[in-house]
């Protein structure tokens, strides 16, 4: 039995959201949550709400046990990018690229 949540076009590069990610997979929930409010990451805050949203769905849902949970799948996939531009010197622009993160965090319960 697993519980899904999902944050979608959460403006941060995917590649730092991945960081963060790596901190926590495989680790119970609760010390998940003691991890991600410890690191001075700005990926802690977004990540941390997927987190509690993931264990919400699993008490409310499926009838889990919240204390018994453990991160099973974390993921952070490309999700589209805002293009934007930089004036130049001498009329030159340049493209600052916005990208943006889909976070998906899955937790199931522990086997005893």
Known sequence: ???????????????KVQIVLDLIRNQPAD??????????????????????????????NNN??????????CNATAGPTLKRIQARAQGRAYRINKRTSH???????MDD
């Not at 976070?103 to 319960?109: D, F, G, N, P």
């Open 1 to 15: 039995m697993e519980a899904t949540a999902k944050a979608t076009y959460v403006r941060i590069s995917p590649r």
């Open 64 to 73: 889990m046990d919240t204390s018994k949970l453990i991160i099973s799948y």
């Open 31 to 60: 010390k998940a949550m003691a991890i991600l409010q410890y690191t001075p990451k700005a990926a802690c805050e977004p990540v941390m709400k997927v987190l509690k949203s993931a264990m919400a769905n699993a008490e409310n």
């Open 103 to 109: 976070i998906t965090i899955t937790v199931k319960e």
